[in-house]
């Protein structure tokens, strides 16, 4: 049974603006690429993608699409990652399944990994991006992803796209 989650994946344009906002990234960071940038809105763990799907598709039926951008940058320990802004965001969340997860939400971009024992290692970069701003975007789907383990990383593919209702 494959690993789900369901994520925003932002447009073209603004995964380009964060690449060049990042220039040329820390060989001591373990960067995700810029083909596995999302924002996670909900992780379900292994599942029946059909069952998750219909389940999915129930409760975003009707919601609406949010605006969003991306903002300075962050850290988790041992996780570089840019903030995520948008008013609809925590309600979109919420319907997509993160009130069942033990932590709260906080939407955001993985960047990158780090050794938590290092935190400084992220300090020139969430100095470098403390003023980044993506443009304003109205994300028009949520995606349910399957996650699969691969030698040089997580593989993520999509497994259904759900549209949400454009303002």
Do not use: C, I, N
């Amino acid at each position: 049974m494959p690993v789900l989650f369901s994520a925003l994946v932002p447009p073209d344009d603004v995964v380009g603006a964060v690449a060049a906002a990042l220039d040329e990234p820390d060989g001591r960071l373990r960067w995700e690429p810029p083909q596995r940038w999302h924002v996670t809105l909900a992780y379900y763990g292994p599942d029946d993608v059909e069952t998750r799907g219909e389940w999915l598709a129930r409760r975003l039926a009707g919601r609406p699409a949010p605006d969003v951008r991306l903002e300075k940058a962050a850290t988790f320990p041992g996780v570089l990652w840019l903030t995520v802004a948008g008013s609809e965001l925590a309600p979109l969340a919420r319907a997509a399944g993160a009130d069942a997860e033990a932590r709260p939400y906080v939407p955001h971009l993985t960047l990158a990994r780090f050794p938590r024992e290092q935190p400084a290692l992220a300090t020139r970069w969430t100095g470098k991006l403390a003023g980044f701003t993506s443009r304003h975007w109205q994300a028009t789907e949520v995606v349910l992803m399957t996650s699969e383990r691969e030698p040089g990383g997580p593989r993520y593919r999509v497994a259904r796209t759900f549209e949400l209702d454009r303002a």
